[in-house]
């Protein structure tokens, strides 16, 4: 079956302007996850949804990030404002539940790169 | 501070077994041990996961020590294809502020 699939997988933007970021998870996985890797560096948590709620947003690392779920689908990630730190890679994860045991699935990522 | 150490970097030889450390020393009794790797320009993928006792599965071993304080994680017969990063996490949930990837080790497989 289909994978966990992000849209767009490169995204060029100047600094100051919004960008969205989309997430199409796997079909049937109620928890869906956002990270970040800056070049170099290792994943960082952003915010897990469960359903359409999203219990844990405590990874944004500021009030221009924020991210929705709608149908307990495919979830947006925006960032308002960009500055030049948001440029890095921009991982989507999916997972049935979000148990101790759920294997997360990732998908390609979108590259953002801010000028 | 980090709650896992690894090597930065490991060479394997192709067709031997890859056995990559991780220090945990500081685990709980109910967090769990979970691998993934993330293969150049891609997004990591999952690998195996463990408790206490040892694990197995198509990809990989698991062994956790008795004190659950160091784990290694063994590619059998290592490919090319498994040269990657290497991510060993310890967590309650698979999610979260704690579900932390660090540096990981960047496991090189030669010809």
């Known amino acids: 079956g289909a994978g966990v699939s992000q849209s767009p997988s490169n995204k060029v933007t100047e600094k100051g302007k919004d960008v969205e970021l989309r997430c199409d998870p796997i079909?049937?996985?109620?928890?869906l996850y956002w990270y970040r890797q800056s070049l170099g560096q290792g994943l960082e948590f952003l915010i897990y949804?469960?359903?359409?709620?999203?219990?844990?947003k405590s990874g944004l690392p500021s009030d221009r990030f924020s991210a929705e779920r709608t149908g307990g689908s495919v979830s947006t990630l925006t960032i308002q404002r960009t500055q030049q730190e948001d440029s890095a890679v921009y991982l989507c994860?999916?997972?049935?539940?979000?148990?101790?045991?759920?294997?997360?699935?990732f998908g390609p990522g979108t590259r953002l790169t801010v000028l | 501070d980090a709650k896992t150490t690894q090597p930065p970097s490991m060479d394997c030889a192709e067709g031997r077994a890859a056995n990559l450390p991780c220090n945990h020393s500081t685990i709980s009794g109910n967090e769990y041990v979970y691998w993934y790797r993330q293969i150049h320009s891609q997004g990591p993928q999952y690998i195996i996961h463990g408790l206490k006792n040892n694990e197995t599965n198509e990809m990989a071993s698991l062994i956790i020590t008795e004190d659950r304080k160091s784990s290694t994680l063994i590619l059998p017969h290592a490919t090319l294809r498994d040269t990657a990063v290497y991510y060993c996490i310890v967590s309650l949930d698979n999610y979260g502020q704690n579900f932390v990837f660090g540096p990981g080790t960047r496991l090189s497989v030669l010809p």
């Open positions: 994860a999916s997972s049935p539940l979000a148990g101790i045991t759920d294997t997360q699935y």
């Open positions: 949804f469960q359903g359409n709620s999203a219990p844990d």
């Open positions: 079909s049937g996985h109620t928890a």
